[in-house]
């Protein structure tokens, strides 16, 4: 298939489906990585927000915080969640990150019964706390990112990384088995901060290289596509 053929997801982030030509492709596994604070939780409230408004079913995942948190926050930007869970196109569920045993097949489960089309896990690094070693850890990641591509919807899975580190990922394995990878970055400059994101891979899409800034508003994550850093 060429570029125009993809059918394209977009993420609702002003900015970022022009970065991406017109989206992410469909059925693809995107990690969205960045240190805490970056705006991933945002970045997937928006994501989902915007495919509930178009009538795709949607699923997310949390590790970290609490549902009700995640609703609250996402409202603050005008996000209506909770409407969407009520009208059963949005369900919320929280895994606790020490019991997560069967969540590949839970996960799938849910995104077939429900017929999901997308998904959001906040985030993979809670992975870690789980299982043990390293090895087991990209295993159990290699297999999760086998089974969501399986089940034909798009999938953003979250990756927090340490400050200050060129690592793409927590555990190094992520940006090789996911489909795509996009970077947020913060820097605090003085008494500001600024924050900018980079799609660093994007299969099948001919994508704008290199740092754009990225603000953060009341109605939510965009990007100044014109102003290239470099
Ligand atoms: N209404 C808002 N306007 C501007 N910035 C905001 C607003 N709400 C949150 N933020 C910024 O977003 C950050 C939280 O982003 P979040 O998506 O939770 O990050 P992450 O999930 O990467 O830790 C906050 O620390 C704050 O700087
Ligand atoms: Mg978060």
């Known amino acids: 298939m060429t570029s125009q053929e993809t059918k394209r997801i977009k993420t609702g982030i002003i900015g970022l489906d022009e970065m991406l030509d017109g989206g992410i492709p469909e059925g693809s596994v995107v990690l969205v ?44 930007f005008g996000w209506d969640l909770n409407k969407y869970e009520k009208d059963g196109t949005f369900r919320i569920v929280y895994y606790d990150p020490f019991e997560l045993g069967e969540i590949i097949q839970r996960m799938t489960d849910l995104i077939v ?20 070693n390293s090895y087991k850890i990209r295993k159990e990641l290699y297999k999760l990112v086998e089974a969501l591509k399986q089940t034909g919807c798009t999938s953003i899975l979250l990756s927090e990384i340490p400050e200050n580190t060129k690592q793409l990922s927590r555990y190094g394995v992520e940006e090789f088995v996911a489909d795509g990878v996009i970077v947020l970055y913060y820097m605090s400059l003085g008494n500001g901060a600024f924050r900018n994101i980079e799609v660093r891979k994007m299969r099948r899409t001919n994508h704008k290289n290199g740092t754009y800034p990225l603000t953060i508003t009341k109605t939510g994550i965009k990007v100044d596509m014109n102003e290239d850093m470099f």
């Not at 590790?63 to 926050?73: C, G, S």
């Not at 017929?115 to 043990?132: A, E, H, M, P």
């Open 33 to 76: 990585t960045g240190g805490a604070g970056c705006g991933k939780t945002t970045f997937s409230c928006q994501f989902v927000n915007h495919g509930l408004k178009e009538g795709s079913n949607s699923l997310y995942i949390t590790l970290e915080e609490k549902p009700e948190e995640i609703k609250e926050n996402a409202k603050q």
């Open 113 to 132: 019964v429900n017929k999901i089309q997308r998904l959001v896990i906040d985030s993979i690094s809670l992975f870690g706390l789980y299982l043990d």
